[in-house]
């Protein structure tokens, strides 16, 4: 056996050329490849490929001298992975574990992830041989997070395979049958016929040692035809192996000698020496129960040398020495990481420190600066607020000028109601007088009935007024920041037609049509009724003054005065389109967890380089003396700071405006 092994391993070196070591389109695929993990996945789904039969490790020699003539050092450490797993598979556990930490150190070095992952993979499968149980599950554990890191299906599959296989070899079935089904599931998801074939026959030796054969035989069976297909002839030893045992089980000892004498004559041509332990072990088994005796003699001397050959003292001094260098190595490697992340540390720390210390002489500096500054501006803050709080009670008090207005026409209304139905009840009374002196009790209770309802009346108009003069009072009243519930319908209706009267008594010839669309399921919504209703009244003054001043340019471009492109026909002199009429619109939304109130106005509409400006303190388009530029800016201070709402704006040049003020329920 020895003989044969040492000529395994030395066609590892026979010379070849380029054409005999790969095929073209092999080498083609590699060529292309552009990392090292690439590389390192079409050379081993080639050698994937390739019969498992006496001549692998033969081929794999001859791919191994290719890359040497090629100096390609990542093909040659790939081989290496190859060799060391087939080397462990023939009981050479010292070499295959030395090739592997070899090729592990240098995939570590060259930071190829899918390599180094491999030569974990060959790692285990050494100690996995080696019966170094303990150790093989560190590396199993490896690969299924490496597995799951690069999308690796395959490598996950073979790794719970191999935990599987130990743990099925240690005596604890049920937890081998757990992993066993795991990576037969992986194995499946991925559709690759080996990683198949070792875990269906893993999960049918669990089910043997239960000795539920019924389960085990469909399994065993499936996995040896899978592994004549492929011609992995491992995998084929390692079931007829299973089934000698099954049949020595069942007492068909010419079965078991069949399938044991199959699985000798496969391992004898591979060199397969861990399965021949195996398959001795159950020829012997056989032959003792029924004879002849020199049959039990044979093999159980060949069972006996083989086990020894496989696992002697030497052998396991050599492996426990090369596990307790590799534990040496990687506590070296892990110092080094840690002596080198310290030093990073402190580089950072001081680097840190250094900045720290600059920006603080920075800030310092321009700290010094700012107060020097800051002494000079607020001086210049003073007077400015000084001069703001003037503005605004000028604009307070031209507010109140206009809804006064507004309200002394808005009340002579009601007040007309009441003097005349006060007049007609006069009349009627003096009627009843008569008809009482003539005894008509029937024209005496008609009038009655229209002095009654004429009283009602001059009760509805006479609350008419109440409210107008109530509602005067709370605006010239200074707000008390209280919120209450309120009626947002009624508080834009009552300022719209303010507003309205207010700009006809300033202006009898103003005119324009008002039109309001409420949401009837408006909810009463907590607000500060006084700063609201300021913040209404404001827009529906702007949107009055935007559709005056667009009806003055269309009255004056039908008329001739100015001549624009777009407002007049210069043929006809007519202004294009229907004629022009002011019209400004108030509604209301209920959003469901908001608000919306719109004004809107059908005016020239805002400019474009202004519409970012329209919110900022004394920024103005009206003509000096008509506007302080305060009324949308503590309009809008009211509602996103007053109510936490929101106040923007909508505009078309030459189609209007429209302003949303949005307030949460």
């Known amino acids: 056996m020895k003989y044969l092994l040492t000529i395994l391993i030395m066609t590892l070196f026979i010379p070849c050329t380029a054409a005999q070591g790969l095929p073209a389109s092999v080498l083609k695929d590699y060529g292309r490849a552009t990392t090292d993990s690439a590389r390192g996945r079409v050379l081993l789904r080639y050698l994937d490929q390739l019969p498992r039969d006496s001549m692998y490790l033969t081929r794999l020699g001859l791919v191994f001298d290719y890359f040497r003539q090629q100096k390609d050092e990542v093909g040659q450490d790939y081989l290496e992975v190859q060799v060391s797993r087939q080397l462990a598979k023939t009981g050479d556990f010292i070499n295959s574990r030395v090739k592997s930490l070899a090729a592990l150190s240098r995939f570590t070095d060259r930071g190829d992830e899918y390599g180094i992952m491999m030569a974990n993979v060959a790692t285990a499968v050494a100690l996995s041989f080696a019966r170094d149980w303990g150790q093989s599950a560190i590396y199993y554990r490896k690969i299924i997070n490496q597995g799951e890191r690069l999308g690796d299906k395959v490598a996950i599959a073979n790794a719970y395979n191999g935990m599987a296989s130990d743990m099925e070899l240690g005596g604890k079935i049920d937890s081998a049958i757990v992993y066993a089904r795991i990576a037969l599931n992986y194995a499946e998801a991925s559709g690759d016929l080996t990683a198949r074939i070792y875990s269906g026959g893993t999960l049918g030796e669990c089910y043997t040692d239960l000795k539920q054969y019924d389960l085990a035989i469909p399994l065993l069976r499936v996995s040896l035809a899978l592994s004549r297909q492929v011609d992995d002839q491992f995998a084929v030893s390692w079931s007829l192996a299973d ?26 041509a591979i060199g397969y020496t861990d399965i021949l332990v195996w398959v001795y072990d159950y020829m012997y088994q056989s032959f003792e129960k029924t004879g002849p005796a020199d049959s039990v003699n044979y093999y159980l001397r060949l069972y006996v040398d083989s086990k020894e050959s496989l696992f002697n003292t030497g052998k396991t001094i050599e492996m426990q020495e090369i596990s307790n260098q590799e534990h040496l190595r990687q506590h070296e490697l892990q110092k080094q990481e840690e002596q080198y992340r310290s030093r990073i540390k402190t580089y950072v720390f001081v680097a840190i420190f250094l900045l720290i210390t600059i920006i603080g002489l920075i800030l310092y500096r321009n700290n010094r600066q700012k107060q020097k500054a800051n002494n000079i501006l607020q001086e210049t803050v003073k007077e400015l607020k000084a001069t703001q709080a003037q503005l605004i009670h000028s604009e307070k008090m031209a507010s109140l000028g206009e809804l006064t207005a507004g309200i002394a026409h808005e009340i002579q209304n009601p007040l007309n109601f009441v003097n005349n139905f006060s007049e007609i009840n006069t009349e009627l009374i003096d009627e009843m007088k008569l008809e009482i002196d003539k005894g008509r009790m029937e024209e005496v209770k008609a009038l009655a009935n229209d002095i009654k309802e004429n009283e009602q009346k001059i009760s509805h108009h006479g609350k008419r007024a109440d409210a107008i003069v109530k509602g005067m009072l709370q605006h010239s009243r200074s707000s008390t920041g209280k919120k209450e519930p309120t009626d947002l319908n009624k508080l834009a209706d009552e300022y719209l037609r303010l507003a309205y009267h207010g700009l006809r008594a300033k202006d009898k010839s103003f005119n324009a049509t008002m039109k309001a669309d409420f949401d009837n399921s408006l909810p009463l919504i907590n607000v500060i009724p006084q700063d609201l209703g300021r913040v209404v009244l404001n827009l529906i003054t702007n949107a009055f003054y935007a559709v005056t001043e667009k009806s003055s340019r269309a009255g004056a471009a039908a008329s001739g005065t100015i001549f624009q492109d777009g407002e007049m026909d210069r043929k006809t002199g007519d202004f294009p389109g229907e004629k022009y009429e002011p019209t400004v619109t108030v509604s209301t939304k209920n959003l469901g ?21 329209i919110f900022q303190p004394f920024f103005t388009t009206k003509p000096t003396g008509q506007g302080t530029g305060l009324g949308l800016s503590m309009s809008y201070d009211i509602i996103t700071k007053g109510h936490g709402g929101e106040l923007n704006a909508e505009t078309t040049i030459n189609k209007g405006t429209t302003f949303i003020i949005t307030l949460p329920i």
């Open 593 to 613: 967890n908001k608000v919306e109130i719109r004004v809107s106005d059908n005016g020239n509409g805002i400019p474009e380089g202004v519409m970012d400006k």
């Open 243 to 268: 089934f000698s045992r099954i049949y020595l089980e069942l007492n068909q000892h010419d079965s078991a000698r069949y399938y044991g004498h199959l699985a000798i004559k496969s391992c004898v």
